[in-house]
């Protein structure tokens, strides 16, 4: 079974066999952790990210889905870009929001990888409620079979890991 643990920080600081990028779909940089992942890790990203473009993803990473990439200057040694779903009162995306984190851990396994960093995809611009994220993540990551060993939740500040951590709690 998966070791579920929570750190505050920075992503982009984590040295993991793998961390997870909330990527756009365009998978060419963006705001947040995806701007952040895509300034320090460098140009190798970006030009991985437009080798996908170019090859397989055309139209661009479909949300739910994932892929991975060098992780250029980073202290991991790959990156797993995901496109999270943007919340909706109206209608119930919860399942692309599960979606992303399966298929992170599908691609984890693929590339061998033991230990994953995870963001909380899709509460920032994307507007997703945390404890509603929180809750998604850590009861997905628990009911996925991975060969991954250790997932860490990177939470940016003190509110976050919070409620993350409450969610931990609630799903044991």
Known sequence: MVRITLVRGDITAEKADA??????SSLLGGGGVDGAIHRRGGP????????????????????GRAVATTA????????????????????DRSQLLASCYRESLRVADELGARTVAFP????????????????????T???????????????????????FEAALGASS
């Open 19 to 24: 961390i997870v990028n909330a990527a756009n």
């Open 44 to 63: 190798e990203i970006l030009a991985a990210c437009e080798d996908l473009r170019r090859s397989h993803y055309g139209k661009g990473l479909p949300t």
């Open 120 to 139: 909380a995809i899709s509460t920032g611009i994307y507007g997703w409620p945390m404890d509603d994220g929180a809750r998604i993540a850590v009861e």
């Open 141 to 163: 990551v628990r009911a996925t079979r991975t060969e991954v060993q250790e997932v860490r939740f990177v939470l940016f500040d003190a509110a976050a890991y919070a409620v």
């Open 72 to 91: 250029g200057r980073l202290a991991a040694e790959h990156v797993i870009h995901t496109v999270g779903p943007v919340w909706s009162r109206d209608e």
